[in-house]
């Protein structure tokens, strides 16, 4: 499968999205709204916030308001394929719903390093010819049995040793000819996810 960056880079220069942008322009118009920013210091953080690129850029303007974690996006996430497949890796924020598309070229959404609080998250996948791939940490568990295996199958090497406080995955769906795996890492994205943590 192509498409993986070789390294996760740091968090703060990860690019950030439209609904994070968004996330933060409310909680400043919540904040005014409260009385603890004046129209200035509202308008400037506005104006930093819509061209905020990075988490960088876009931390430090809620950073001195309660409630300094960002919210997930309260959308759903669609993750395509396509032709050369598709990998969610490193640090990336989680909503809610995600829905997997393998196409022709696979996806796989590795969540052994993201800081995720929900209490579970919702995954529809299609396996479609590329299938799909899903990596959780050791401490998350995730619940297969809405999942149609399809031609590809199903292999759900999960175990059931689930942490208090840690999502739980429900996926449904179908494998249809790619098949889809739900696992936990593997000996070389351990080792790769040690190296990562050392720096």
Request: net charge negative.
């Amino acid at each position: 499968m192509t498409g993986e960056l070789p390294e996760p880079v740091n968090r703060n220069e990860l690019r950030v999205s439209h609904a994070e942008r968004e996330a933060v322009v409310e909680r400043l118009s919540k904040a005014a709204a409260e009385g603890r920013l004046d129209l200035a210091e509202l308008d400037a953080r506005l104006d930093r916030a819509l061209t905020a690129r990075t988490y960088a850029d876009l931390s430090p303007l809620t950073a001195d308001l309660p409630s300094e974690v960002l919210p997930a996006p309260k959308q759903s996430l669609v993750v395509k394929g396509g032709l050369s497949g598709a990998t969610r890796d490193g640090y990336w924020q989680v909503p809610a719903k995600i829905v997997a598309y393998g196409g022709t070229g696979g996806v796989k959404l590795d969540f052994t390093q993201v800081d995720c609080h929900l209490p579970e998250i919702e995954l529809e996948v299609h396996g479609d010819t590329g299938g799909v791939t899903v990596v959780i940490p050791d401490s998350w568990v995730a619940e297969t049995s809405e999942v149609e295996p399809g031609l590809g199958g199903l292999k759900d090497k999960v175990t059931p040793a689930r942490l208090p406080g840690t999502p739980l995955i429900r996926v449904s769906g179908n494998g249809g000819l790619g098949g889809v795996v739900v696992r936990h890492p593997s000996n070389w994205e351990r080792r790769k996810l040690r190296r990562s943590q050392q720096r």
